[in-house]
């Protein structure tokens, strides 16, 4: 059974930085890779970052590419997103989640496990 849990939300003023962790359980190390998505009132789920779990190849989108860095930790079953340099306009649900095939996508629509999700609040 595949098990996201995600930690580390919360509120920071702009240009601060907030680190989130995912972990995750009853996965595959030989095929699977977790995602990094988020979502905003009104708005669409987007795709931020993915990385395989095997070998650490990872997707970008562009809103992520320059502040936000994915990781992961197999032995802890972690996978983190240290993101940088936070805007209001990041302000969302972050969600991590599943697919059992290697990174190569980061649409949310193939992704079958999700973590329940966690807030994050630019605001001064």
């Known amino acids: 059974q595949v098990q996201l849990v995600e930690s580390g939300g919360g509120s920071v003023q702009p240009g601060g930085s907030l680190r989130l962790s995912c972990a995750y359980s009853?996965?595959?190390?030989?095929?699977?890779?977790i995602g990094w998505f988020r979502q905003a009132p009104g708005k669409e789920r987007e795709g931020l970052k993915c990385?395989?779990?095997?070998?650490?190849?990872?997707l970008t989108s562009d809103t992520a590419r320059d502040r936000f860095i994915i990781s992961r930790d197999n032995a802890r079953q972690m996978v983190y997103l240290q993101m940088n340099a936070l805007k209001t306009e990041d302000t969302a649900t972050y969600y991590c989640a599943a697919d059992p095939e290697e990174c190569w996508t980061l649409s949310h629509l193939v992704y079958d496990y999700w973590g329940q999700g966690i807030q994050v609040t630019v605001s001064s």
């Open positions: 009853g996965v595959s190390l030989e095929s699977y890779a």
């Open positions: 990385i395989t779990l095997k070998d650490g190849y990872s």
